[in-house]
């Protein structure tokens, strides 16, 4: 099992950019793939990216994201990030670091296996 601490949330203007951390202890890391979702009250949580484990030489990211986000892997601190650039209002949301043993890249909420708790990201003028 595998506990995941997400930090880096904060309120920013449209365009500016944020780097989200996310904190992993309990098991090797470098056998988890990791992702990012988010979600907003009242919605389904909505997924946004995700790195292949070991290495991380495979990412995946959502259509609404792609280009803008950026996610990596730092095996050594047991660290997965998040850079967010050009942020739009619509990007605001709790965002939620989660992970999966399984071989394949997680691309979808039910793939992943275990999840921390969020950190608020809130993008307005």
């Known amino acids: 099992q595998v506990q995941l601490v997400e930090s880096g949330g904060k309120l920013v203007q449209p365009g500016d950019s944020v780097k989200l951390s996310c904190a992993a202890s309990g098991q090797p890391f470098h056998g988890y793939s990791m992702g990012w979702l988010r979600q907003v009250p009242g919605k389904e949580r909505e997924f946004v990216a995700a790195i292949s484990w070991n290495a991380g030489t495979s990412t995946y990211y959502s259509a609404a994201v792609k280009g803008r986000f950026s996610i990596s892997r730092d095996n050594a601190k047991n660290m997965v990030y998040l850079q967010m650039h050009s942020l739009k209002p619509e990007d605001t949301a709790i965002y939620f670091c989660?992970?999966?043993?399984?071989?394949?890249?997680?691309?979808?909420?039910?793939?992943?296996?275990?999840w921390g708790q969020g950190t608020q990201v809130t993008v307005s003028s």
């Open positions: 989660a992970a999966t043993n399984r071989n394949a890249l997680p691309y979808r909420e039910d793939l992943f296996d275990y």
